[in-house]
């Protein structure tokens, strides 16, 4: 496991230094800087393709305010300089072109304009990262008893509370989730984001989610990485439920929560549902799962596809009856271009509401952000379901 997470992190420097080395080229090119800011921004810019592991690292075990304001700068500058290397290669492209057919364009107002347009927009990312927007839908369940007719269900999914997403920012989002007054409220996976041990700050926010029926929530992908020791102390303060492949009758609404598998275990989810003495094909039902993926795979096999080739065609649950699944995990893709990349990955499933015949499934584009707090696609969300 510890050779695989080196390997990755070399593979992600490997391809990082080139694509940050695009940006750098392009600024001493067409920008007018001297020899001693070419040289600073030089190490800068090596600085920084070094800082987000650096910064990972140091905020998995130390919280402190130098060095959640280190964790995001250098999670900050992952997503602009994401987005500067487009704009780079764009201006490369044009310089070819224009190599190519003999004519000249005025390259450094076009870099000016374009890197101040980049920064602008990342500028409005985040400020879209931290300023959740309420999503309402409508969805119709079979067999819906009488009481839940008309009824919210809130979803919070990705807040990815950690070294970025701290005490205020969950005290945000409860105080605009309890103005809905749900019924209940789920969380659908990676809530917690690089806890440390220090995590209490946190608790205040968690502590202040209401809801008529309960809170209940089940484990994402960054739940297996922070490991149970970490996050489970930090439940057992609140009132959140933690369905850990169980389910639970709330007035004849079946709510079903499966956690994200670890490593090498196979979620038998089959056997999970049809042993439990409260299901009933027949009653209106809610299937709580991270991804939005076929779910009678093993998590080897379930974190490949997540990333590569997932299989979205749900056959595995509609075969079950549920009648709607909440699944995040995608993020709706966060940041431009990501939001084409994990369409094609997911076959359209990777964001909204999808339905097919009786089968609903809604994928949250994330309460919170994942490494760059940066939001330029997709929205961050609290989803008020209705249900009828």
Same mark, same amino acid.
């Given at each position: 496991m510890i050779l695989r997470f080196i390997s990755f992190i070399i593979f992600v420097i490997a391809a990082l230094v080139p694509l940050n080395f695009l940006v750098y080229w392009t600024v001493i090119t067409f920008l007018p800087?001297?020899?001693p800011v070419k040289y600073f921004l030089l190490v800068l810019f090596i600085f920084f393709i070094l800082s987000f592991f650096v910064a990972s690292f140091?905020?998995?075990?130390?919280?402190?305010?130098?060095?959640?304001?280190?964790?995001?700068?250098a999670s900050l500058w992952l997503g602009l300089v994401g987005q500067l290397i487009l704009v780079s290669a764009f201006i490369w492209l044009l310089y070819f072109i224009g190599k190519e057919f003999n004519f000249n364009l005025p390259y450094t107002t076009i870099?000016?304009?374009l890197f101040s347009a980049t920064f602008i927009w990342t500028a409005y990312g985040v400020?879209?990262?931290f300023h959740p927007q309420v999503k309402s839908i409508q969805v119709a369940l079979n067999n819906l008893p009488a009481d839940w007719q008309g009824k919210t269900i809130v979803q919070l999914s990705d807040l990815h509370l950690g070294p970025i997403n701290g005490g205020k920012f969950m005290d945000q989002v409860a105080e605009m989730t309890n103005r809905l007054n749900p019924e209940i409220i789920v969380i659908t996976g990676d809530l917690f984001d690089g806890l440390n041990g220090k995590a209490k700050a946190l608790l205040a926010?968690?502590?202040?989610?209401?809801?008529?029926?309960?809170?209940?929530?089940?484990?994402?992908?960054?739940? #297996?990485?922070?490991?149970?020791?970490?996050?489970?102390?930090?439940l057992e303060q609140t009132d959140i439920k933690f369905l850990d @492949?169980?389910?639970?009758?709330?007035?004849?609404l079946q709510l079903i929560g499966l956690s994200y598998p670890n490593l090498g275990q196979i979620n038998q989810i089959e056997k999970i549902i049809r042993s439990g003495d409260n299901y009933n094909k027949k009653q209106a039902s809610i299937l709580l799962y991270h991804i939005p993926v076929s779910i009678n795979i093993s998590s080897g096999a379930s974190q490949r596809q997540a990333y590569l080739h997932p299989r979205t065609d749900f056959s595995y649950v509609k075969n079950l009856g549920i009648d709607l699944q909440l699944s995040g995990h995608t993020h709706a893709g966060q940041i431009f271009p990501f939001n084409i990349i994990t369409r094609w990955i997911f076959n359209g499933y990777h964001y909204g509401l999808h339905k097919d015949g009786d089968f609903n499934i809604f994928i949250s584009s994330? #309460?919170?952000?994942?490494?760059?707090?940066?939001?330029?696609?997709?929205?961050?969300?609290?989803?008020?379901?209705?249900? @009828?």
């Open positions: 800087f001297n020899h140091l905020a998995h075990f130390i919280d402190d305010l130098l060095v959640r304001v280190y964790y995001f700068l870099t000016i304009v400020w879209q990262a926010g968690l502590k202040k989610l209401q809801a008529k029926q309960g809170i209940y929530f089940v484990t994402g992908n960054h739940e #297996t990485y922070v490991g149970s020791h970490r996050y489970l102390p930090l @492949n169980e389910i639970v009758n709330l007035n004849g994330g #309460t919170g952000t994942w490494g760059p707090p940066i939001r330029t696609a997709g929205k961050s969300e609290i989803v008020a379901i209705e249900l @009828n």
